[in-house]
């Protein structure tokens, strides 16, 4: 069975605090790993993507962590910002099932200013 | 350059009935995505469409179908409705050449409410 778990549930950081955002997959080879954002009332947003080949990616104040040989990647923010308060989703991508994603069930972060 | 759109945004139907959903990608885009989120939880996919061909589907009942049209937008029917599919219809769209040209950007989602 396809499964991406995500961790915590839930998070809250001090405005200018490192948010982070676990997630770790198995039993399927994945080939692609995206981040979305997601406001109350809105669709996610494409916010920073990596492939397994590559360990970091940075952008901006976001940067993912892959770790391929135990199966996890994770979403840091630097300097947390209360308009990034929001529903965070990690997914993946089958190799074998064309563009389909997997998603994780989410993590509602709030920044307290 | 305008985002995937979907229509209606809010849709209440009563058990039993039919639901159309409809959604047009980014310009350009030849694949459409669909995923059912349902209160509290992450996305699950439903299916893919690209090039007016179905190409995958989630492991939802049969009653969960769609079709893509000439101009690539697409449409989601769910029938003989019940309680449990409420929910936000989320649509996506790629542009789909090959694997390379996978980014997918969500429209705003269509809540479906069933009573």
């Known amino acids: 069975q396809q499964q991406v778990k995500q961790s915590p549930q839930s998070l809250i950081v001090q405005k200018g605090g490192i948010s982070i955002i676990n997630c770790a997959y198995e039993?399927?080879?994945?080939?692609?790993f995206p981040w979305y954002q997601q406001f109350p009332g809105k669709g996610p947003a494409l916010l920073i993507a990596?492939?397994?080949?590559?360990s970091e990616k940075k952008e901006g104040r976001f940067t993912i962590s892959f770790n391929k040989s135990a199966k996890q990647f994770s979403l840091h923010i630097m300097d947390s910002q209360p308009g990034d308060s929001a529903t965070y989703f990690c997914a993946a991508r089958p190799e074998s099932y064309g563009n389909k994603l997997v998603f994780g069930a989410g993590t509602i972060l709030r920044v307290k200013s | 350059e305008a985002g995937v759109t979907q229509s209606p945004t809010h849709l209440i139907k009563t058990r039993g009935q039919q639901a159309t959903l409809r959604c047009s990608p980014i310009s350009g885009h030849t694949s459409v995505y669909w995923y059912q989120q349902a209160l509290g939880l992450g996305l699950q996919f439903l299916l893919w469409?690209?090039?007016?061909?179905?190409?995958n589907r989630g492991n939802f009942p049969p009653r969960f179908s769609g079709r893509q049209f000439p101009n690539y937008s697409s449409e989601l029917n769910v029938n003989a409705l019940e309680l449990e599919d409420s929910a936000l219809y989320l649509c996506a769209s790629s542009g789909y050449r090959d694997r390379e040209s996978y980014e997918q950007y969500f429209g705003p989602g269509t809540r479906l409410t069933v009573t």
């Open positions: 469409y690209d090039e007016g061909e179905e190409r």
């Open positions: 039993n399927t080879a994945f080939d692609y």
């Open positions: 990596i492939r397994p080949d590559v």
